[in-house]
């Protein structure tokens, strides 16, 4: 998940191919563990020059799917704050990840399912994943994705 960055994109009126590169650049650093590069990044262009305070919800596609990024101008001298508003899974990791701690929790190994590739969630927002014991009895794994600098959660649903 990105922080907050900041990005100062130009003097004169905003590069936006600069702050799009910028972005693409962080996140490629931030996705290396996940062995996926973004392939572009779109900014919207506004008619008029951004002010203070301003925002643009940019798009990274990263294998296909689309990444958000709020940036939001902090000055009048089109400097940048950048985050992204969605977290990415590996499910396949995101799987491994749940099977430790949901056998810790619960004192007994589990086999977790959540599908294939990568997972585009919105922070704030859940999926579902499922855990099995070994007896066999299935259950339903709710994940949320944790806000910028937060843990993610995860809870049995009955």
């Given at each position: 998940?990105?922080?907050a960055c900041?990005?100062s994109?130009?003097a004169?009126g905003?590069?936006?191919?600069?702050?799009e590169?910028?972005?693409?650049d962080?996140?490629n650093?931030q996705?290396?563990?996940?062995?996926?590069?973004?392939?572009s990044?779109?900014?919207p262009r506004?008619d008029k020059p951004p002010?203070?305070?301003?925002?643009?919800?940019?798009?990274?596609?990263l294998?296909?799917?689309?990444?958000?990024v709020?940036a939001t101008?902090?000055?009048?001298d089109?400097n940048v704050d950048y985050?992204?508003?969605?977290t990415v899974?590996?499910?396949t990791?995101?799987?491994?990840?749940?099977?430790?701690?949901?056998s810790?929790r619960y004192?007994?190994?589990v086999?977790?399912?959540c599908g294939?590739?990568?997972?585009?969630?919105?922070?704030g927002r859940?999926?579902e994943?499922?855990?099995?014991?070994?007896?066999?009895a299935?259950r339903a794994v709710?994940?949320t994705?944790?806000?910028?600098?937060e843990?993610d959660?995860?809870?049995?649903?009955e």
């Amino acid at each position: 998940m990105l922080a907050a960055c900041n990005f100062s994109v130009s003097a004169g009126g905003p590069d936006y191919q600069k702050l799009e590169s910028a972005i693409a650049d962080e996140l490629n650093t931030q996705y290396q563990p996940l062995a996926r590069q973004v392939s572009s990044v779109e900014c919207p262009r506004p008619d008029k020059p951004p002010k203070a305070g301003d925002t643009l919800t940019c798009v990274a596609d990263l294998d296909g799917g689309d990444v958000r990024v709020v940036a939001t101008f902090t000055d009048d001298d089109n400097n940048v704050d950048y985050r992204t508003i969605d977290t990415v899974y590996d499910l396949t990791d995101t799987e491994a990840g749940l099977a430790e701690q949901i056998s810790a929790r619960y004192g007994f190994d589990v086999t977790v399912e959540c599908g294939d590739g990568l997972k585009i969630v919105e922070s704030g927002r859940t999926f579902e994943c499922s855990a099995t014991d070994p007896g066999g009895a299935t259950r339903a794994v709710q994940v949320t994705a944790g806000e910028a600098g937060e843990k993610d959660t995860w809870k049995i649903l009955e």
